[in-house]
């Protein structure tokens, strides 16, 4: 699934391929807006929101977009061939004389007013990489249910926007606790969250570049990216005991059974 990151570097390469300039192709591939025509009307910018994309255009519209677990925004020079899978899985085309934008696989695909945005990602937390950022605020919506999990809370895009199952890994590596631990029974929660808040925010600004690889380790060595996700039953980076994994939510959960204190998951775990 498209983290807080991935769907910045995509609003920015939307943005950069069509604002300012007037549509000469618009398709939506949705029985909904099948008819709904934007051609001619000049993008005016494309924005994330946590793990949503506005993209804004004269008249007052906005096509609001999520990509869950495999949708994908792609640009294309105009003329060149799309690449990003079948033909009947493109859910709308956005083009200008210059780039054709190609949504594939979107599951949620909307044309909307823009003074009508809220209806959509009102109800989202803090935007991690948005100007709306407030650490104090989102460890206060973590803190409001102290007996939920971190790991689940950290997901909770309406204490956060755009943490994902890999931020929430790390995230809780990095805090020396179990995703399992409930948020009320964190050494001095008060404190602690504003830092894992605060953590969470740099990560995710620091992997906004259009390289892609995300790295929270600060390793450049190959397969030592991330400090535990995807690392079950191989060696911790910090200690050396076998990473573990454990469904939580029916995600793929990972921690380091040395380094993070806590209760762990329902159900058998991989330990190597």
């Known amino acids: 699934m498209p983290e807080g990151d991935s769907v910045h570097r995509a609003a ?4 950069a391929a069509l604002a300012g300039e007037p549509l000469t192709l618009s398709d939506l591939r949705v029985p909904r807006f099948a008819t709904a025509d934007l051609t001619g009307r000049t993008t005016l910018e494309v924005v994330p929101r946590g793990k949503h994309l506005l993209a804004r255009f004269e008249g007052g519209l906005t096509l609001h977009s999520h990509l869950r677990m495999d949708g994908a925004w792609h640009v294309f020079p105009a003329g060149a061939p799309w690449r990003g899978g079948p033909a009947y899985e493109i859910r709308a085309l956005l083009g200008t004389a210059a780039h054709t934008a190609v949504g594939y696989r979107l599951p949620v695909l909307e044309l909307l007013r823009t003074a ?13 990489l ?16 102290p007996g939920r999990p971190l790991g689940e809370a950290l997901l909770d895009q309406r204490n956060l926007a755009g943490i994902g199952n890999i931020y929430k890994s790390e995230l809780c590596f990095l805090a020396q606790v179990t995703p399992w631990t409930p948020v009320g029974a964190l050494p001095d929660p008060e404190a602690t969250l504003p830092r894992i808040a605060a953590a969470a925010q740099r990560l995710l600004a ?4 259009e390289h892609g690889r995300r790295n929270t380790t600060g390793s450049r060595r190959p397969g030592q990216e991330l400090f535990v996700y995807g690392r079950a039953r191989r060696p911790c980076l910090r200690c050396g005991t076998p990473v573990r994994e454990a469904p939580q939510d029916d995600r793929p959960t990972y921690w380091c059974p040395s380094c993070q204190q806590g209760p762990t998951g329902p159900g058998p775990a991989t330990t190597g």
């Open 12 to 15: 920015s390469r939307l943005h």
């Open 116 to 128: 009508d945005e809220e209806r959509a990602v009102g109800h989202l937390g803090p935007d991690l």
């Open 130 to 145: 948005g100007p709306d950022w407030d650490p104090a605020r989102a460890a206060a919506n973590l803190l409001a249910v």
């Open 206 to 209: 620091a992997n906004t570049g």
